[in-house]
């Protein structure tokens, strides 16, 4: 497909998103990545339409990569994860720290808005205490993944949480931040980790 313009791959991916089968549906995200430069609003009828037919983790975490792309290219399209948190769909709540979680990583960092720990962490904290474990691992992910960017914010944050968490017994929120410990200091996960006991 390599110099074929956007129109036929999107006439391409909204035909396989119609296949019954998830694995042909996926081929659609990397045609969709590549149209987001040149077809932005189309493309994005397409990925929200993906994330509101998504199902299952995979197709989640596949969809994250086109996700974070979009916003990196256009930083105000934070807002279409600041709508996904209050999302009835575990799979689009899941595909709020996906995304997050992919933007720390490869090339999409060199596009990355360098505000994006602080959006980050303001949509990670509105999701805490999510009590459903698909949205609790990406959220875990995503946190894991800013500690590589700031750990010193994601410190903090984690720390935060950790509060609310001993305070309200709030297992939910403490599973998370538990999951998330591997990527800080070992001294300050040790006391996080003995704190959430």
Known sequence: TRGIPPTPLLFLADRLFREPTLENRWFAFGLLERTLALEPE???QLLRRAAREAADWITVDSLAHPFGSGIALEPFRWAELEQL???????????????????????RLKGRDPELVGRALALLSQLMGD???DVQKALAWAY???ADVDRDATTAALRAEAARATADADGSRA???????AKLDPSTADSLRKRLV
């Open 175 to 181: 599973w998370v931040i538990r999951d998330a410990l």
């Open 42 to 44: 189309r493309t994005w």
């Open 131 to 133: 009590a459903e474990p």
């Open 144 to 146: 894991r993944s800013l």
């Open 85 to 107: 948190v209050y999302s009835s769909s575990r799979w689009e709540r899941r595909l709020v720290g996906s995304t997050i979680a992919t933007m720390c990583h490869g090339s």
